[in-house]
Nanobody, 124 residues
Framework: QVQLVESGGGLVQAGGSLRLSCAAS????????MGWFRQAPGKEREFVAA????????YYADSVKGRFTISRENAKNTVYLQMNDLKPEDTAVYYC?????????????????WGQGTQVTVSS
């Protein structure tokens, strides 16, 4: 079992930055691919970014590429999402998730564990 707790959400103006954190506890963190997803009001949850267990492999949705950066500190069992140049369309609840290594990272069903989410609101 893996428990995930997100933090760092909040209200920011367009063009601003936020850094989300996801603290993991339970089974060996390093063995999991970690992902971030988001769900805007009235929309389905969508993939944002993911990072492999070895830290080297990172993946991004086209909508955030060049603005968001995912990273992880295995020694701290924590994954981060640095979000720069935020836009109103980035407003959503952001979820952290963990998937066993080797699964396709953009598919939500491949993630076994989910956090409860943190709200990000970007004002125009």
């Amino acid at each position: 079992q893996v428990q995930l707790v997100e933090s760092g959400g909040g209200l920011v103006q367009a063009g601003g930055s936020l850094r989300l954190s996801c603290a993991a506890s339970g089974r060996t963190f390093i063995r999991y691919t970690m992902g971030w997803f988001r769900q805007a009001p009235g929309k389905e949850r969508e993939f944002v970014a993911a990072i492999g267990w070895g830290v080297t492999g990172t993946y991004y949705a086209d909508s955030v590429k060049g603005r968001f950066t995912i990273s992880r500190e295995n020694a701290k069992n924590t994954v981060y999402l640095q979000m720069n140049d935020l836009k109103p369309e980035d407003t959503a609840v952001y979820y952290c998730a963990a998937a066993p290594a080797g699964r396709v990272v953009v598919i939500q069903a491949n993630y076994d564990y989910w956090g409860q989410g943190t709200q990000v609101t970007v004002s125009s």
